[in-house]
């Protein structure tokens, strides 16, 4: 859904011609399955991270496009609000070397990002939920970047829906918000993970990215504050889920799954995803005139559908097809050490799952969605299942299960320097100090967003670990 878009307006024919070319990259999709024509070798590891852009005073800025543009980079892009950019980093290939080499692309990237920030007096922060963002501030009119795909994103959904978009966050305290426009879904900022493997493990590392999603979500929590309300620990799964919701009252009604979903259940083949993309209609029906075998117009609409886990098509620069899965549950931030040791993390548990096949869908798949959601709600509190079926207190899985597990898997795989970045997942996990208790604590402490944001920048630009930065008011 990044790539931009040309058209302003579309008619009920752009949406037949978009159908049939869908339909006709969807037989060639069949075909590459079949025929088990797809990569079945190579592994690699990319990732994709969302910044927050604030003035000297900690409120949103306005100049994501200036800030690119001054960079001369391709791999920084825009998003929905004009207060936020992401960084596109490279690619490796996954290896004994990669979280070094990971570690080396992000911080070259994010200094240029800050280099270019401060020619416009602009901070950069990585939040899950920018805290100091306010009604005014999704404004489309005068916040929303200027680009035809977001405006056509903004028009289509609401076709869809048929109603203002209704947000509804209760945690410890209550939010509603009701919006004729699209531009909730700025709120929430991300740490992307791509993960290609071959074509033979997709299936179990797409259960694997199932599991390790949910249980992520107490140890990287960063979004609590939303339009000055405390909610969710994670409040962006729930920000996401609402605010590109496009079902109509009737479909609501008749509980069709929303764009935005963990998954529908366990899979026999992740064609079964391809093919569950023709429940959804689609948004942006823009046909260029491209062959087939781009799968244009199937990675466009692919991109319209929110899953957590995210089934991905690609092709190399020999026209070779590959298969990979973006994780996208972990917020952004807070700082550079703790955004490494959540991609470590993260891919850690994945693969160390994914060595626990047989056990991954004896769990029934609707007990993983609540335990998904619960998670989101009360973090490191919540209680959740074990692939074994047994439940236990979040923060007892992750330490007792979950980080022995992805030590062992690394050290069989021969991966380097890993232990740095499960240490810091350790000590935050066993202090129960992720981004959003620091953040509610300031939060209670000062009852100010905008100091809230400077005050945690401030903190961020150490590159000190969560964990270990000073108390608010201290």
């Not at 004994?96 to 911080?107: G, I, K, P, Y």
């Not at 259940?265 to 569950?276: M, P, Q």
């Amino acid at each position: 859904m990044g790539e931009e878009i040309q058209k302003t307006h579309f008619e009920q024919a752009d949406f037949d011609r978009f159908q049939e070319r869908l339909e006709q990259e969807s037989e060639v999709v069949r075909s590459l399955f079949e025929k088990r024509e797809f990569d079945n070798s190579s592994r690699n590891l990319g990732y994709e991270l969302e910044l927050c852009l604030a003035d000297a005073d900690g409120h949103p800025s306005k100049n994501n496009i200036e800030i690119i543009e001054a960079t001369g980079n391709p791999l920084f892009t825009s998003e929905l609000a004009r207060f936020n950019m992401e960084i596109n980093g490279n690619p490796f290939p996954y290896e004994s070397s990669v979280f070094n080499r990971v570690e080396a692309d992000l911080n070259d990237l994010f200094q240029q990002a800050q280099a270019c920030a401060h020619k416009f007096d602009t901070q950069i922060g990585m939040f899950g939920v920018f805290p100091s963002v306010t009604p005014e501030h999704l404004n489309p009119e005068g916040y929303m970047t200027e680009l035809h795909r977001y405006n056509q994103l903004n028009q289509q959904l609401l076709n869809m829906r048929g109603q203002p978009i209704n947000l509804h966050l209760e945690g410890d305290e209550i939010l509603k918000v009701d919006k004729d426009d699209v531009m909730l879904e700025a709120l929430a900022t991300s740490l992307q993970i791509h993960l290609q493997v071959p074509f033979d493990e997709i299936v179990p590392t797409y259960h694997a990215g199932l599991w390790s999603s949910m249980l992520v979500l107490g140890a990287t929590a960063n979004s609590p504050l939303v339009l000055g309300k405390c909610c969710w620990h994670e409040s962006r799964i729930g920000i996401f889920k609402q605010a590109v919701d496009t079902r109509n009252p009737q479909e609501i009604e008749d509980h069709i799954i929303p764009r935005v979903h963990l998954g529908k259940r366990y899979i026999d083949s992740l064609l079964d995803l391809f093919e569950d993309n023709f429940y959804y209609s689609p948004i942006l029906p823009e046909v260029l005139d491209r062959p087939i075998e781009e799968l244009h117009h199937l990675s466009l609409h692919n991109g319209t559908i929110w899953r957590w886990v995210r089934p991905i098509i690609a092709r190399n620069s020999a026209g070779e097809y590959h298969l990979r899965l973006e994780l996208r549950v972990a917020p952004s931030g807070p700082t550079l050490i703790d955004t490494l040791a959540n991609i470590v993390f993260y891919v850690g548990l994945t693969e160390g799952l994914k060595s626990q096949d047989n056990s991954l869908t004896a769990v029934p798949y609707e007990s993983l969605e609540t335990d998904f959601y619960r998670a989101a709600r009360k973090g490191l509190n919540a209680e959740v299942h074990w692939i074994d079926g047994e439940i236990l207190p979040l923060k007892q899985v992750l330490l007792d299960r979950a980080l022995p597990l992805v030590r062992s898997y690394f050290k069989k795989a021969g991966i380097e320097d890993t232990e740095r970045w499960l240490n810091v997942i350790k000590a935050r996990v066993e202090r129960e100090a992720t981004g959003s208790r620091w953040i509610l604590r300031h939060w209670k402490q000062f009852g100010d967003s905008a100091r809230l944001v400077c005050d945690y920048i401030e903190q961020a630009r150490t590159n000190q670990p969560v964990h270990l930065w000073q108390d608010p008011g201290t």
